[in-house]
Structures are given as C-alpha cells and as structure tokens.
C-alpha cells in the first residue's frame, strides 16, 4: 500500500530544479505533498484532487496522473529553505470505506550554496 | 489562530508502561488523525476520529486505542509498550472526514521507551 517515492536523496545547488515523484500501486483520490525539516513535523505543500483541482503552495507545482496513480512535485529555482525531506501521502480507501493516508518512505533533499 | 498542539513534547518509558498523549485540533477542525513515525520513515497511519467514533483504522495493534472528546481534542493510549514503540507521535486535524481534505500536523511527542 506505501507508495514508492524516487528518487530517494538529491543534491542540488541553488537556482536549480528538481522532480520527485511518487508512484501508488492503489486507487487514489489525492494526493497529499509535505516537506518536513529535520526534528519537525511535516508541513503542508500541496494537495492533488482527481478531477484537476490543486490547493496549495505558490512556488511548488504538482501534476497527478489519476489513470497511473501517480504524482509528481516539482520544484524550480530551488532555495535554501527547500531543504528537508519530501513526502507523498496517497489517499486511499481503507477497509472501513473511508480514506486514510499512506505516506512514502521521503526524498531527502538538499540545496547548497 | 492556533495552530494543532500536541503533549507532551518528549516521554521516557520503560517496557510494560502505558502512556497517553494528547492532541488539541487547529480551530475548526473536527478530524483527528494519528501518525506514528520512526527514524527515517515516512509517517505511518494508526486511527483517525471523527465525530468520537473511529472511523479508519491502520495495521497497529490493540495497543494502540484512541479517543475523540466533545470538543473534537484527542488522546493516543499506548498500553504494554515495547521497546520498538519509540517514534515520533503526530496528530494531523483536518475539517471532516471526507476524502480530499488538507491534515496540519502537530509539532508531535517524542517517546522513547527504555
């Protein structure tokens, strides 16, 4: 049920783009982006509803492809503060009808200077 | 505006404790979903209430029970704890129980058991 993020750890240097992707082996209705520093919690990005309606961070954009169950964040002209670890959480239907979120392993990342 | 708060920050246990931790919703939230996350791994989902009942439930063991109050606030219980219970505990709160709705998280409690 956990998706499978990748790619798991990059490095970038500031002002460059990156893509981390998140792929779901189950049907989804959202997808939930979050980055989290270290010894926080995670902090909302992004959510991806079927359909196309997206809500959330000005400067982060996502895609959802509901017919591969997979997302994609991107990240363009990347700053220091992009630091930390990426999460996806895959809405799914849980075994009582109603959704729950399943989180990725994470995508560390890493801007420097 | 506050925000979702969590306590305590950090707990110390030893095996066989019990322990509960609390979770106070971000204003207007209703929802109250608990993570278990464990050094390096993504957020791992252990109930989620709504309306004081449980409505989701993830593979945790009895262990692990819940509570929703009036005021939409939450306890974790944690009975029998073992040594691989040590994690970072965090509450998300989110406006109903539908499907598509944004979860803020607490800053968590820490617990390490001994």
């Known amino acids: 049920q956990q998706p499978v993020q990748s790619p798991q750890a990059v490095i970038l240097r500031e002002g460059e783009d990156a893509v981390i992707n998140c792929s779901s082996s189950?049907?989804?209705?959202?997808v939930h982006w979050y980055r989290q520093k270290h010894g926080e919690a995670p902090v909302f990005l992004m959510i991806?509803?079927?359909?196309?309606e997206q809500k959330g961070h000005d400067k982060i954009s996502a895609s959802f492809n509901e017919k591969k169950q997979q997302s994609s964040l991107y990240l363009t002209a990347s700053q220091l503060s992009y630091s930390g670890t990426y999460f996806c959480?895959?809405?799914?239907?849980?075994?009582?009808?109603?959704?729950?979120?399943?989180f990725g392993t994470g995508t560390r990342l890493l801007v420097s200077p | 505006d506050a925000g979702v708060t969590q306590s305590p920050t950090h707990l110390i246990k030893t095996r066989g404790q019990q322990v509960t931790l609390r979770c106070s919703p971000k204003?207007?939230?209703?929802?109250v979903s608990w993570y278990q996350q464990a050094l390096g791994q993504g957020p791992q989902f252990i109930f989620q209430?709504?309306?004081?009942?449980?409505?989701q439930r993830g593979n945790f063991p009895d262990r692990f029970s819940g509570h929703q109050f009036p005021n939409y606030s939450s306890e974790l219980n944690v009975n029998a704890l073992l040594l691989g219970d040590s994690a970072l505990y965090l509450c998300?709160?989110?406006?109903?129980?539908?499907?598509?709705?944004?979860?803020?998280f607490g800053p968590g409690t820490r617990l390490l058991v001994l």
């Open positions: 998300a709160s989110s406006f109903q129980a539908g499907g598509g709705e944004t979860q803020y």
């Open positions: 189950k049907a989804l209705y959202s």
């Open positions: 991806l509803l079927k359909g196309g």
């Open positions: 959480g895959t809405e799914i239907e849980g075994n009582t009808g109603f959704q729950k979120l399943v």
């Open positions: 204003s207007g939230h209703d929802t």
């Open positions: 209430y709504y309306e004081e009942e449980e409505r």
